[in-house]
C-alpha cells in the first residue's frame, strides 16, 4: 500500500498472441504453403481461430465490454451482494452494482480506476449516488487495500493491459480474502487464468467472450452451484444481447422451476 498514489475521489478488451504454423517432418505441408501465401493478419486470424476451438472459446461478442454482466446478475441470485470492490470502473458494472432491481442488497461500491476521465464519467453517471466511492489512481494493481475480506464480491476489469490485470490478480490472490468471490474479465487470457492458481477453487463462464473467471478460497462457494447458474444463462445466450441489462435482471430473476 506504501506505493499507492490515490490521484482522487470522487470498457476496454485484451488481445492474446498465437504461434505460427510449424513444418512437418521437416517438410512444409500444403497446408503450411496456402498459409504461408496468405497475408499475414488472415494466418493469424485463422490461428487465433484454431487456438481459442481447442480452448472452447466462443466468437468474440460484438459488445465485449458487456459480456461480464449476465455473469454479475447472476450472482446476485446465488449469494447476497452488500460491499463489492471494484478495480475497473465501468458502465456495465459500477452502474450495474448501483442498479436497485439487479442489486437489492448493495450498501456500498468502493471503485479503482486508473483513467482519470473515465472514472468522471462514470461517477457522473452514477448521478451521486452515496453508495459509490471513486478512487483515482496512478496504479491499480499497487492500491489493493490490504484487508479485503470484508467485501462479498470482487471485480478485477482494470487496465487494458493484460500484464497490469494479471498483477491486479496476484495483488488480489496474495491477500487471500475468505468468504469473498473474485470475478475476472477477460479470463479466457491465459495469464489471467495462471494468476488464479494460488487460489482454492476457479470456475470459468464461457457462455460469452470475454469470459469470466470466478475464484475463491475457502467455501465461499460451489463449482455445482456456479455450474447451474451458467447453464441459467446459456439458456439467453442466442435470445438477450449481453448489454441489455433490464431484460437480463428480469431473465434471471425468475427462479427456476
Given amino acids: 500500500m506504501a506505493k499507492c498514489q490515490l490521484l482522487g475521489e470522487s470498457s476496454r478488451s485484451l488481445a492474446d ?21 496468405m497475408p499475414r493478419t488472415t494466418t493469424r486470424k485463422l490461428a487465433r481461430q484454431a487456438v481459442d476451438r481447442a480452448r472452447r472459446v466462443r466468437r468474440r461478442d460484438e459488445t465485449p465490454y458487456a459480456t461480464h454482466a449476465p455473469v454479475l446478475i447472476a450472482l446476485a441470485q446465488v449469494m447476497r451482494v452488500r460491499r463489492v470492490l471494484e478495480f475497473g470502473a465501468g458502465m456495465y458494472s459500477t452502474l450495474l452494482f448501483l442498479n436497485r432491481v439487479a442489486f437489492p442488497e448493495l450498501m456500498e461500491i468502493v471503485s479503482y480506476e486508473d483513467d482519470a476521465d473515465w472514472a468522471k464519467r462514470v461517477a457522473l453517471d452514477a448521478a451521486g449516488d452515496d453508495r459509490l466511492s471513486m478512487r483515482t ?37 496474495n491477500r487471500r480474502p475468505i468468504n469473498t468471490l473474485v470475478a475476472i474479465h477477460d479470463y ?52 438477450l444481447p449481453v448489454a441489455d441489462i433490464a431484460r437480463w435482471t428480469t431473465a434471471l430473476h425468475r427462479q427456476p422451476k
Avoid: N
Fill in 17 to 37: 498472441h498465437v504461434t505460427g504454423p510449424k513444418a512437418i517432418g521437416g517438410r512444409l505441408s500444403v497446408r503450411s504453403v496456402i498459409i504461408r501465401l
Fill in 188 to 239: 479466457e487470457l491465459r495469464e489471467l487464468a495462471l494468476a488464479t492458481r494460488s487460489f482454492d477453487h476457479v470456475y470459468c463462464f464461457r457462455t460469452f467472450t470475454p469470459q469470466v473467471g470466478v475464484a475463491w478460497f475457502g467455501d465461499a462457494m460451489s463449482k455445482r452451484l456456479l455450474s447451474q447458474t451458467e447453464s441459467r444463462i446459456a439458456r439467453h445466450r442466442t435470445s
Fill in 137 to 173: 489512481v496512478a496504479s491499480v494493481p499497487e492500491c489493493v487495500p490490504d484487508t479485503i475480506d470484508d467485501f462479498d464480491l470482487i471485480l478485477i476489469d482494470d487496465s487494458s493491459s493484460a500484464t497490469i490485470r494479471t498483477r491486479t490478480v496476484l495483488s488480489v490472490a
